[in-house]
């Protein structure tokens, strides 16, 4: 069985084939890190985690790169408004970032690079578009030639004819044509900058990810992947700079995920329908929310509200205590057997692995595992109700959905409430670490504590707690 996804580039379902056999060059555009990400930012880094996480299960080593935007006109707003540096604020939110997405079951990138730590290349990356012509110096800023790359307009498909249309020169650009895109932007009096051969500025958001994923992974990537909103501009302008400045395929292929609309409206805070993942964890599983974006396949639109995810929350638990039900079986000594003769069983099991696989085999269709894994479930029951089980038949269908399950990224047991004692035992841990002036052990029992609902109050009779 092959692999088969969909490529925005060409918009028809595509072979995989890697640029070489058995590894994956795999770039996401990761957050602009100015604030606590919303529930529509959630479903790149769950999506494309799946994605990995399956051509690591097909035998592929991926090298996954998804970079931070940690300096840009959001952060700098962000900071003033704050009273904080655009560093702080940056800080704040990766660690935010970080803790949300792992709630949600992603994986941790190979590498997660940083503009601010990356200017070097990004200054020289500039550099070698103005020698080639691609790129022009105006008034302390640098801006594209986008006319000058004879192919822009490819994978948005659009003739650059139509895409002059209402296009145009705002107050205060120096650009030459109202096409062309900023590459670097001068600092403005009070912003933060460094230092550049055009005077003192930082990058347009664009060049940033061009240049990173050349030096993480070389001129030429396997897949290029994030929101279907970054398709145009920003991954059409990446294209542009990098094959302008490399002469070659940026990416083969390039994979985007459909919107989230809240209750049938696009979300927006005007709207009152702004949910942040920070919130929502608190109060569902975050498993649950990583089941329900990968219920609808990837390239789709997705539709959230309550009553959705009180479904969804439904069949999730319908398969958790389907195998809650294998494992208690496997740990009652009653009516169990170490051989079996019914090789139906093992049959079916493999007949379910193999449809799951055939279907994330076609562009990482989601949905339909997920009904496979339903099937799975179906057949555990049947099984678990027979009046003598075999511990081998038990054994692979357990195998089967944890392996199934670790492909999706979805945990088959909730996260166990803390009991009294066990948050006793931290708060004395916090109470020693105190005295021993160990405050950053003290800080993040407080903070685990915290994300498990539970709030630390320290009076001067000691420390008490309650549940939030």
Known sequence: MTIHLYN????????FTPLEEGKVKMYVCGPTVYNYIHIGNARPPIVFDTVRRYLEYRGYEVNYVSNFTDVDDKLIKAANELGEDVPTIAERFIAAYHEDVSALGCKQATVHPRVTENMDIIIEFI???IEKGFAYESGGDVYYRTREFKEYGKLSHQPIEDLQLGTRIEVGEKKQDALDFVLWKAAKEGEIFWE????KGRPGWHIECSAMARKYLGDTIDIHAGGQDLSFPHHENEIAQT???TGKTFAKYWLHNGYINIDNEKMSKSLGNFILVHD???KHDPQLIRFFMLSVHYRHPINYNDELLESTKNGLER???AYSNLKHRMDSSANLTEESDDNQWFEKVDALKKEFISVMDDDFNTANAISVLFDLAKQANLYVSEKNTSVKVL???ITQFEELFGVLGVALTEEAELLDEEI?????????ARKNRDFATSDQIRDELKERNIILEDTAQGTRWKRG
């Open 280 to 282: 929502i964890i608190k």
């Open 8 to 15: 925005t580039l060409t918009r028809q379902k595509e072979k």
């Open 243 to 245: 094959e302008a400045l």
């Open 319 to 321: 398969i958790r205590t």
């Open 424 to 432: 006793e035992a931290l708060i004395q841990k916090r109470i020693d």
């Open 127 to 129: 550099e070698a578009l």
């Open 395 to 397: 054994q692979a269908f």
């Open 196 to 199: 550049s051969p055009w005077g």
